[in-house]
Each structure stands twice: as C-alpha cells, then as structure tokens.
C-alpha cells in the first residue's frame, strides 16, 4: 500500500480508504462487514470515510463498537455533517456543527475525529458562520483537519480566500473514467490550493469492475441486486455505458490488471487525489482493490480508455 499526504494537513493516507456509504450498518451484515475493516488494516489501508447521514448512524455506531479494540493512533477517522438527521437537525449551522460532531464523537466512540467535512454546501447558512464553527471543532480538539463534499467552485474559492480561519485539507468529489466533472474547476482549485481529493465511487458503484454484462441481469449478490445498495446504480446500468466498459477489459489486461485496478489506477494516476473510497461487502473486494496501490500503467491505455468512455 502506498499512502499520500491529504492536503496540507500532516495525515499520510492510503491511496485506497474504506468506505461505508450503503454497506456498513446498512447492507452488510455486521459479520462480514467486521471481516471487510480487518482485512482492510492488514492490506495496509489506515483511511475510514463514513458519515453521519449512512444509516442514520448506523454507520458509526458500526464503526465505534468495530474500531474499539484499535489504537487510535493506528488508522485515519473521517465523517461528515450535513443531510437531515432529524426533521429539525440538517445543515450547517454553528449549532449543528456543534450538536452532529458531539453526536458523530459518541457513536464513533473516540474524543476525536481526524477529518470532519461539510457533505454539501449549506445555501440556507452564512458560510462564514459555518467556518467559524469548524475553527472552534479544530481548537477544540474534536476534529484535526477540515474538507468538504461536492462544494461548487465558487463556495470553495470563498471559503480559501477568507483569513482567521481553520483551512480545507480535502475535498470529496465524486470521480471516475465514467465521471469527470471535477477536472474542470474543482481540482485545479484545489491543487492550487493545497487541498487535496478523496474521491468516493471511483468504481462508479461497481460498475466498472466489469461484473455488469450488457444485456444481461446483474448478478446475484450484487450491488444492483439489493435494496438496500442498489438504489443509486440505474444510472450507469445503461447498455451505453456496459458496452463501453466491455471495452475496456483488454486494456486491463494489457496492464496486467483487473478492470477494477485498472480503474482506480486511472483515478490515483491524478496527483491531486489523496485516496480512492472503495465500498466492500467481501473481504476478496478488498484484497483486489487494494492491490491497484502503486500500480504502473501505460498512460496510452489510460488514453485510450478515455477515448472508448467519451463514445458513450
């Protein structure tokens, strides 16, 4: 496992991090998903990304009671604030700033985290308000380092041009070969800005793991499969988008990888993205993905790949 250093912070993170959007204390039983986190530390990876609206705490509850045997110092903490909890609780407010982080601290069990983020942009709060509040969660100690998730451009170039307060050390865009749109703005903002990506769904929901044949249903146990993880994948299910990732199984193997190396690969071959949040119901997930770490491959498979994807 090869690790990056996330923005201008001092936390050297895996280039692959577990995630636990729609598995952990949601669509993964508790067993398999304890079997997942301790696969993960023995391949190295040391980032956990979850956050407060999975399971409406299901998640880190998951977490606290899994990682309590842990030292703390042994792996890198991450969760965010910002959809509903409650019908009164969503947000950014400096009052919900301070109420979900103590919230998030009691279910993670731990008197820190070491990455708290925004989840969205709040366009019902003053930004200044929000950041005020995230200072106070850094000199209080509950959280080490600040980002974000799916911040627009402008919000982003607000928040690095405002003095007196705690600096964003990453931002979590969504970003694959099948999704692109941070290339535009958002990345070379923050690469000027000494903010770095962690990218959730580089897999595109497992898409690009090849598992998904064109014209054929998905396969049993799969993501697409479970009502619990399957409601966000419809968009790339499409014949467009199957037909092109078909394509691009040779040009894994040329690299002498699977399609879902390749892909994170592909995402890690940027040198703004800190780390790739992988999802995993099964141990075996992790012990592949985690393997696209260090990865060398031809940038003109990488090219071509681009090419086949932007034919869709």
């Not at 508790?30 to 391949?43: N, S, T």
């Not at 705490?57 to 910002?82: H, N, P, Q, V, W």
């Not at 071959?269 to 790739?276: F, K, Q, T, Y």
């Amino acid at each position: 496992m090869r690790y990056r250093r996330l923005g201008a912070s001092d936390l050297e993170v895996s280039e692959i991090s577990l995630g636990s959007w729609l598995t952990y204390g949601v669509g993964v039983e508790a067993e398999a998903a304890r079997a997942c986190l301790d696969r993960a530390f023995e391949m190295g990876i040391n980032f956990i990304d979850t956050a407060n609206i999975y399971g409406r705490g299901a998640a880190e509850t998951f977490l606290g009671e899994a990682l309590a045997g842990r030292a703390r110092d042994s792996y890198i903490l991450a969760t965010k604030l910002f959809f509903p909890m409650t019908d009164a609780d969503s947000g950014l407010s400096a009052a919900q700033v301070e109420k979900q982080l103590d919230a998030s601290l009691r279910r993670l069990k731990t008197d820190y985290v070491d990455l708290y983020q925004c989840h969205r942009h709040d366009e019902e709060t003053p930004l200044e308000e929000t950041m005020r509040a995230l200072t106070r969660a850094v000199e209080s100690g509950k959280a080490r380092y600040i980002g974000f998730s799916e911040w627009p451009a402008d919000k982003i170039k607000e928040v690095v041009e405002m003095t007196g307060v705690a600096r964003f050390v990453s931002s979590q865009p969504q970003y694959s070969l099948l999704w692109r749109a941070p290339e535009r703005e958002v990345i070379p903002l923050c690469a000027a800005n000494h903010i770095s990506q962690i990218v959730w769904s580089p897999l595109a929901q497992g898409v690009l793991t090849g598992k998904y044949a064109p014209g054929a249903p998905p396969p049993a146990g799969s993501r697409a499969t479970s009502e619990a993880m399957g409601g966000w994948i419809g968009a790339w299910l499409q014949p467009p988008v199957l037909e092109a990732v078909e394509k691009l199984k040779p040009l894994a193997a040329e690299a002498g990888l699977s399609l879902a190396q390749f892909a994170l690969a592909w995402v890690l071959r940027e040198p703004n993205v800190a780390s790739a949040i992988i999802g995993a119901s099964r141990p075996t997930q992790i012990d592949e993905n985690a393997a696209a770490s260090g990865a060398k491959v031809d940038p003109a498979l990488f090219a071509e790949a681009e090419r086949i994807v932007s034919l869709r």
